[in-house]
């Protein structure tokens, strides 16, 4: 694994055996602002090792900008400032010494829209390794592995020297997604993965991502309830900035402890 940090600042304090042994990130007290905007608000939740754990809520409510401050994304945002802690194998991964490049190859992220290069599906899995000094000769047996993985191997094994933009928005979809899994993340963060999918694009994809879990912790931004329910084990429901509750998923869903939450799942409003 390369170092995730620059080891210069003293980091005890977050190396504290954490009060619930599953939990592989630790976000406590978050607050992001965009400017003005306080889009989230003194957010504290526990991601456990090996959960898919979907994050639901109305448009806005600031649950792509929480996942995106997860591989530290909102860096990119100019206006963009993340307070608070996220402890990552007892390191605060807000903090100014890490290495970025390294946090995101461990916990990798899918965006809503495909993004496969414009280059041949190989190119789009070995580019990464490339950048992170994988040696050559391990290429091929990642290749495989990684699309094996993604369920994608036997549509595409014959095919892998053509373009990635011959194939399907579901196909792309499970590229990106083993584009990720070359690099041996721990953690994927999924933005709305199949938003873009059809029925059956978005049933492959979410029978991937119950077979992630096996292997690697899953975190979902959906505003799809149905898919939520279907395979997440823990849901967080957002509204205005705040985690209103997070919860079992079938717990959160059959008896949600707030009236928001009930009104959004029970589709009184969002
Ligand atoms: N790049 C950005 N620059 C400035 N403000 C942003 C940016 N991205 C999001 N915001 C603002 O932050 C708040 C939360 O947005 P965010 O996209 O996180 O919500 P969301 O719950 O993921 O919404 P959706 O479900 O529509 O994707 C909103 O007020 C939004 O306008």
Known sequence: MTALTVPKKDTTALKQPSKQAEAILQAKDINIYYGENHAVKQLSLDINKNEILALIGPSGCGKSTFLRSINRMNDLIPSARVTGTLAYEGLNLLSDDVNVVALRKEIGMVFQKANPFPKSIYENLVHGLRFHNVKKKEWADIVEDSLKRAALWDEVKDRLHESALSLSGGQQQRLCIAR????????????????????????????????????????????????????????????????????????????????????YISGRFG
């Open 180 to 263: 990720t899994l070359a690099l041996k993340p721990e953690v994927i963060l999924l933005d709305e993965p199949a938003s873009a999918l059809d029925p059956i694009a978005t049933a492959k994809v979410e029978e991937l991502m119950v077979e992630l879990k096996k292997n690697y912790t899953v975190v979902v931004v959906t505003h799809n309830m149905q898919q939520a329910s279907r395979v997440s084990d823990r849901t967080a429901f957002f509204y205005n900035g705040e985690l209103i509750e997070v919860n079992k998923t079938d717990v959160l869903f059959r008896n949600p402890e707030k009236k928001q939450t009930e009104d």
